[in-house]
């Protein structure tokens, strides 16, 4: 070949690598998340050390089972298999909000949809349909708007469940799960239209050991052979892998550079563990990874650069965290990798080691139900602005602070209907709501740059002597116990106005005097503590765009306590809580069920803690459990043992000079503010964020009483 012939042949592969380097520079911001049981589409915060934080959750049409991210960084697409759609969101790169764009979701005119890849220059994506062959599409980079291309789906044999892009952009293949084979086309770098090679399909393996009861699957076909599942390349475009979930094992093929052709390297397939689901490659190349489904395992193999030959790492398999790994997705370096565990709701962080492609589990997130697959994505630094503080001061109305400075000078004040006796903060921090005890309603507040303005006609009614509220996550919802009727209710929020409105079949009974309640980080269950009954009632949400309406009674709610509980906090993982009971002088720690809700006791529970805790906080980090103990006038710093959620033995203190009341911790960890018990004086306190010790920087006495104290989180506003 001539030198400009192969100049002419890098520079696609060479200005598709560039385009990707370009769109993912830098570290991830955001996660997403789609949900197959629940139909929603759950957005995260990706924190410097890699940890996954809920920013929320999008409705989606039924079964979505993959999600990716557009070259550019800019649009986030998730299909909806049940019904043949593709969502199409616009990504706000500073806070990770996604706006549907104009037209979305959109026809793919390609039955039951399974998996979506993009052309690496963001003209063209392609769905693999399991009834329909391959779907393609052009995209508009500007709109996010998705058009058929002319001949599209194109022809597959049966079952198509996975696509992969070559990376030049050259080539396309479609694994087929009944047939044993994969279809291969070549891309015209024009119009984006496929045709299929001429020896494809090509054959996936020769059969061995089949696992028999993966045949007995409904609707398997007499022959379908090894039941090919899902598809990877390598980085170079070089080798193609394929996970047969009926033979355990990983069929390997060398890719012909020149007409994108497949043939098997010697020896495949290698066995890698019964039932693989998805197959990934190391960014580095070096290493394959590959779910087992019926193992909840991760498989890793080395990679010999010359033959594709697979061999295990020692250690190998290692598990995943969760029940049911559907899916790997690493971060640029390599060195973590994010795994969505589709049985047990959940979405495990591990961490790579570059060198050896050891795995090491460090923390597992729960999620809305059925996580399908995952994406991230890039975003813009945004300078965090300094948090508020909204003060519930009975009579005297609600009182705007900035909580940077120790001062504590009013920003703003607003009267509402009767004594304010709690407040609670929807999380974009454009409304607060506050629970006026003495007339029974609930009034919000518009949150803007001239301070509180209470929102027209956004008074309502409420039960009898409302004491606490809730907003969950996404800012759609509004709950509020009342301890003299022993209901909670539930208003929706209008996004734009504020405006709470009534939802169905609310209010819903708890147990005898509830005084708190507090959301679960995906907002999947409401947990009600309820002081004169010495028990905690679970709620859980009916879908993922409705409010709580049903109690877990059939699960064991209403959950013991300890004597007089009076707070409950979810620690950021969703995976424990914990119960401050005043009377007995302990906190109750218990696991939270990824499905129900249900409560069940931690062993050790309950745990010592000194006299008379009043209120309790997780460390946004998940590592301490700060309690305030009002007898003492101290604050307890209780360390959270990682994996288990007990409570160390060993608990420090820091003593105050007041007697605690409330807690409240500032978005970033970094500062506690401590609200005495007669409501006159509030405490700053700076959290030390490797040992979680506390440091008293100001105390200030107050003109005016406070009875709650709620954040207004800076960088939302």
Known sequence: MSY???????????????LAVVAHAGPARFAFTVNGLDFSLSRYQV?????????????????????????????????????????????????????????????????????????????????AARFG?????????????????????????????????????????????????????????????????????????????????????????????????????????????????????VSVFRIDPDNGRLAAVVGSPFFTGFNPYSVTVHPSGRFVYVTQWSTSKIAVHALDPHTGRLSPVSGSPFASGGIGPVALVFNVEGSRVYVPNYESNDVALLDVDTTTGVLQLRETIKTRSGPWDLALAGGRAVAAQSPQLIAA????????????????????????????????????????????????????????????????????????????????????????????????????????????????????????????????????????VNAGSNDISVFRYLASAMPLLTDSRKYGSPFAAGKEPVALAVEPNGHYAYVANAASNDISAYRIHHQSGALSALPGSPFKTAKRPVDLTVHPSGRWLFVANRDVSQVSI?????????????????????????????????????????????????????????????????EQPIADLAVVAGSRR
Request: hydrophobic residues 45%.
């Open 4 to 18: 400009s012939g192969v100049i002419s042949r890098l520079l696609p592969i060479l200005a598709c690598v560039l």
């Open 47 to 127: 924190e410097s050390d890699g940890q996954l934080r809920h920013l929320g959750h999008i409705p989606l049409r039924k079964s979505p089972p993959a999600v990716v991210m557009d070259p550019s960084g800019r649009f986030v697409l998730a299909i909806s298999k049940a019904e043949g759609l593709i969502n199409v969101f616009r990504l706000d790169p500073a806070n990770g909000d996604l706006t549907p764009v104009p037209g979305s979701p959109f026809e793919t005119r390609a039955r039951s949809p399974f998996d979506i890849v993009f052309h690496p220059s963001g003209r063209f994506v392609y769905v």
């Open 133 to 249: 062959g391959v779907g393609a599409y052009a995209f508009d980079g500007e709109s996010g708007i998705v058009t058929p291309l002319p001949g599209s789906p194109f022809k597959a044999q049966k079952r198509t469940r996975s696509v992969v892009m070559h990376p030049s952009g050259r080539f396309i293949y479609a694994v087929n799960g009944y047939s044993n084979s994969v279809s291969a086309y070549a891309v015209d770098p024009q119009s984006g239209v496929l045709r299929e090679m001429p020896d494809s399909p090509f054959s996936v393996a020769e059969i061995d050991a089949i696992d028999y009861r993966a045949l007995k699957m409904e609707d398997v076909p007499a022959g379908a052979g090894g039941i090919p599942y899902h598809m990877a390349l390598d980085p170079a475009g070089r080798f193609a892998f394929v996970v047969n979930w009926a033979a355990a094992s």
């Open 393 to 528: 001061r009975g009579t005297a109305g609600l009182a705007l602070f900035d909580g940077a400075k120790g001062d504590l000078s009013v920003m703003a004040t607003a009267k509402t209907d009767g004594a304010v006796q709690a407040v609670a903060v929807r999380p974009d921090g454009h409304f607060a709501y506050a629970a006026n005890a003495g007339s029974n309603t609930l009034t919000a507040l518009r949150i803007g740059s001239a301070g509180l303005s209470v929102v027209a006609g956004g008074t309502v009614a409420t039960g009898r002597r409302p004491a606490a509220m809730a907003i969950d996550v996404n800012g759609w919802y509004l709950y509020a116990v009342n301890s003299d009727d022993d209901t909670l209710t539930a208003w929706h929020l209008d996004p734009d106005s504020g405006m709470p409105r009534p939802v169905q079949r609310a209010p819903v009974r708890t147990g005898r005097q509830p005084v708190a309640v507090t959301l679960d980080p995906a907002a999947r269950y409401a947990f009600v």
């Open 638 to 702: 209780h360390a959270i043992e990682k994996g288990l959620g007990a409570l160390a033995l060993a608990a420090r203190e820091l003593k105050l000079p007041v007697q605690p009341g409330s807690l409240r911790l500032g978005p970033k960890g970094d500062i506690l503010w401590v609200l005495s018990e007669d409501g006159r004086r509030l405490l700053r306190l700076a959290v030390e964020g490797t040992t979680g010790g506390l440091t008293l920087l100001s105390d200030e006495s107050l």
